[in-house]
């Protein structure tokens, strides 16, 4: 179970220490993939793409607006357009369908995903720090765009198994800038 879940896990369950610094040979790793790591992006990237249109469309036709109070903690997470985002709550959030990338993003066992201007959660009411989490990744689609979010996403995890990737760690620290609930790492 890797990154995208320990990193959800870690961050919203409360880790107790710091996860470990990223080495210059992985920072190296993300910033250039040598080819065998390419052509595995290459080959994940549009079974990634299909399965995050597909949940981003269900949770912008299914889900709620935002209250807002929610919309001012999107604006102070950095979300541009806070109006587009969605609220979708299921009881627990489907896996991937794609084998490998059920492996890789365990994303059955999270309390939130999003998927752009989407964002699925299992906890309702909402807590304050998990909405934040989540906006602030919408703050980051909005930033960099579907298709390199998703590429930094996998890159990240794929070069930093077991690991806190850095996409998390941002928006774990920009979430915790306006929770008003009890934060990530106490």
Known sequence: MRRLLALIVLGLSGCASAPPEITADQAARIAAPDPALAAQIARLMPALRAEERARDARAL????GLTPAEQEIARRVGVQQPQKVRLLALPRIPPMTDPELA????????????????????????PDWLLAHELAHVAQYERLGPEPMLRRTLIETLVLPGNLIPVEREAIARGNTVATSPPYGY
């Not at 036709?61 to 709620?64: A, M």
């Not at 492996?103 to 309702?124: C, D």
């Open 61 to 64: 036709s299914e889900g709620r």
């Open 103 to 126: 492996r890789l993003f365990p994303v059955e066992r999270a309390w939130g995903l999003t998927t752009g201007h989407g964002i699925t959660v299992t906890r309702v009411p909402v």
